[in-house]
């Protein structure tokens, strides 16, 4: 890591710390200026990270992160744009899904794949089915039809299969491959950290409030999006470079 970078993810880290404060405290002036700024300096580490390694993927990996932005903005106002905030946040994930799954096919292509691949699959699908059980039975709201509109219900759906699916490919880009880096975790930790932070967001709307969450909603948030940054910006500095993508 260079000191340009140091500085610059020393930034990124302060951002979020101030941001937890606000919202631990309810300085809500200062968490409507902070809550994009995080998305905006991790935007910013992602740049400086990825420096020399400019292509297609990077361009879809900010998107990726502007959705994200997009998607707190709205966060942020009324209720009634709930839904745009979640589509924003559906097509982030959608895009680390397709950024992890052309990395598994570019890495396995150069360096093989594990010599029992079906270890992997079991346990991703495996991985996969326990999302799907945790969103139902904890997270969704019971009696959906009751309590939500139609559109919301299904838009959460189809959020909780993709964001299952993320988890799920995340962990299946570290055991595939016949190749290995401790970088390689900061995919399913920032996928893990992602669903946490989205669970518990569904469980105090849609289900029971729980007294100062928001904290660890946070929290979570940022370091999921942060630990995407950092997974895929090692992982094509440590392997792409290898075969010169």
Known sequence: ??????????????????????????????????????LVAIIIWTLFASKGLFSPLIYLLILAQISG??????????????????CAFLIGHLLYIGLIGWGIIVVCSHFGVRNNIFLPLIVTTLAFILMLIVFYRIIAPKSPHLTLPGRLWASM??????????????????????????SMLYLPIGAILFFISDSI?????????????????????????????????????SFFKQIQL
């Open 201 to 237: 967001l569904a469980y105090d709307r849609f289900n029971k409030k729980i007294p100062r969450i928001r904290v660890w909603i946070m929290m979570s948030y940022h370091l999921a999006q942060f630990s995407l940054a950092v997974g895929f910006t090692n992982m094509w500095g």
């Open 157 to 182: 759906q189809v959020y909780g299969w993709v964001l299952g699916g993320l988890v799920a490919m995340s962990l299946l880009s570290v055991m595939i491959a016949n190749i290995y880096s401790y």
């Open 1 to 38: 890591m260079t000191e340009q970078l140091v500085w610059v993810t020393i930034g990124v880290l302060v951002i979020f710390i101030i941001d937890w404060l606000a919202v631990r405290n309810s300085w809500r002036k200062v968490e409507y200026g902070l809550k994009p700024a995080a």
């Open 69 to 86: 932005l997009i998607g707190d903005v709205f966060l942020l106002l009324n209720s009634r744009w709930f839904i745009l905030g979640l």
